[in-house]
Antibody, heavy 120, light 108 residues
Framework: EVQLVESGGGLVQPGRSLRISCTGS????????MSWFRQAPGKGLEWVGF??????????QYAASVRGRFTLSRDDPRSIAYLQLNSLKVEDTAVYFC???????????WGQGTLLTVSS | SYELTQPLSVSVALGQTANIPCTGN??????VQWYQQKPGQAPVLVIS???NRPSGIPERFSGSTSRSTATLTISGAQGEDEADYYC???????????FGGGTQLTVL
């Protein structure tokens, strides 16, 4: 069974940094594109970015709204994907979801999300 | 930037057919996905690549597209289908994933 578990959310002050982790199990993590999304309270879904498998170059692609502040990485031996969030803003407050797959054709496996609150 | 527009809400009587539209441009060159999301839960992919239903998704869910409108159809809506529904495409011109604003489906 595919499982994705996010961790690392919490309360952070504006301007600070945070790293969110996504641990996968039940599938070949190293072969998988890992995607990230977020959802602000009471709002719709927003794509954050995705990171390709090493076989596809291991490169990442980001939404314009987070490019330059957020960084995706992966630790394939440990089956963990990371979302590094820098220079956090109040508007980054959201539930952050990781997911397995490429959004171009649909993402079927999602974690339950972790809440990040950016507030002073 | 590319935009997808959805109605804020759609209502359907129990057992009837619900149609949720998503308007945009050039759907003939874009693959449309649909996600269902219930409160406090992660989204669930219900339609991929315009018309494909992933394993485990009930047959009452179907998708269709025209040049400017993608439609999610729920034939014989059930109470458990009450949820928010989002359409989504990949905009290759900007290399961005685009979501519609979401439609809240109410089953009466």
């Amino acid at each position: 069974e595919v499982q994705l578990v996010e961790s690392g959310g919490g309360l952070v002050q504006p301007g600070r940094s945070l790293r969110i982790s996504c641990t996968g199990s039940g599938f070949t993590f190293s072969d998988s594109v890992m995607s990230w999304f977020r959802q602000a309270p009471g709002k719709g879904l927003e794509w954050v970015g995705f990171i390709r498998s090493q076989a596809l170059g291991g490169t990442a692609q980001y939404a314009a709204s987070v490019r330059g502040r957020f960084t995706l990485s992966r630790d394939d031996p440990r089956s963990i994907a990371y979302l590094q969030l820098n220079s956090l803003k109040v508007e980054d407050t959201a539930v952050y979801f990781c997911a397995r797959g490429l959004p171009t054709t649909g993402v079927a496996y999602w974690g339950q999300g972790t809440l990040l609150t950016v507030s002073s | 930037s590319y935009e997808l527009t959805q109605p804020l809400s759609v209502s359907v009587a129990l057992g009837q057919t619900a149609n949720i539209p998503c308007t945009g441009n050039k759907f003939e060159t874009r693959s449309v996905q649909w996600y269902q999301q219930k409160p406090g839960q992660a989204p669930v992919l219900v339609i991929s690549r315009d018309t494909n239903r992933p394993s485990g998704i009930p047959e009452r869910f179907s998708g269709s597209t025209s040049r400017s409108t993608a439609t999610l159809t729920i034939s014989g809506a059930q109470g458990e289908d009450e949820a928010d529904y989002y359409c989504q495409v990949w905009d290759s011109s900007t290399a961005e994933v685009v979501f519609g604003g979401g439609t809240q489906l109410t089953v009466l």
